[in-house]
């Protein structure tokens, strides 16, 4: 379970970044930025933040909207950013996570010092010094409520898109390649949210060639 004792190595504030969306076919990758100045939050938040993916939907959009309360509280501060299937397909996906964890930070009403990045693949040029953490999600409170900002705001845009483009399923599959999605791939193409440098995508772009 997560706790507080890698931001209690910090003497400055730090931001707990996360993100969610690299594997999908479409949409964009998106980053989630947390920084928890108030210790005293919601002890019911901090009892339920832990890997999003190991979390129901259902207990992800309860503490979603408990971490906006917090903030509106202001106990904690979240930031959260977007990289487009356009600038997946232009940077790469590992570029474009980046560039979605930069636009998170700089959304953040406060200026953190530092930042601990879930994963073991550190951003370069960032905006603050950042320290990568392996499993961040499961060890971190400020890391899984990123992670919990990013999963559910994600979520919530595919739901959006699925209405715009409902041929693919992307309310339930959030853009990943599940058999909904590659059948609607089959009778109607590709939309401008899919990531035409996935080699999926590119496949059906060269049959249709």
């Avoid at 959260?80 to 997946?88: C, D, F, P």
């Avoid at 595919?158 to 791939?185: C, D, Q, R, W």
Wanted: hydrophobic share 40%; glycine share 10%; net charge neutral.
């Amino acid at each position: 379970m997560p706790d507080f004792e890698i931001e209690n190595g910090f003497d400055v504030p730090v931001a707990g970044i996360d993100e969610a969306g690299r594997g999908p076919w479409a949409g964009p990758v998106v980053a989630g930025a947390v920084v928890i100045g108030d210790r005293n939050i919601d002890k019911a938040l901090l009892e339920g933040l832990d890997d999003s993916k190991k979390l129901s939907a259902k207990k992800r959009e309860q503490l979603y909207d408990k971490l906006f309360a917090e903030e509106k509280a202001g106990r904690l501060f979240i930031g959260i950013g977007t990289a487009s299937a356009e600038e997946i397909d232009r940077m790469n996906i590992l570029q474009a996570t980046f560039l979605a964890m930069k636009r998170a930070v700089e959304a953040l009403k406060i200026e953190p010092q530092a930042a601990i990045v879930d994963g073991n693949q550190n951003p370069k040029g960032f905006v603050c010094p950042t320290r990568t953490v392996v499993r961040g999600d499961a060890k971190s409170y400020s890391i899984s409520a990123a992670s919990i900002v990013a999963k559910v705001y994600r979520d919530r845009l595919m739901s959006e898109m699925a209405k715009k483009y409902p041929y693919y399923g992307f309310e339930k599959n959030v853009g990943y390649g599940t058999a909904a999605h590659i059948n609607g791939l089959k009778e109607h193409g590709i939309c401008p949210e899919h990531r035409k440098s996935y080699k999926p995508i590119k496949k059906i772009l060269g049959m249709e060639e």
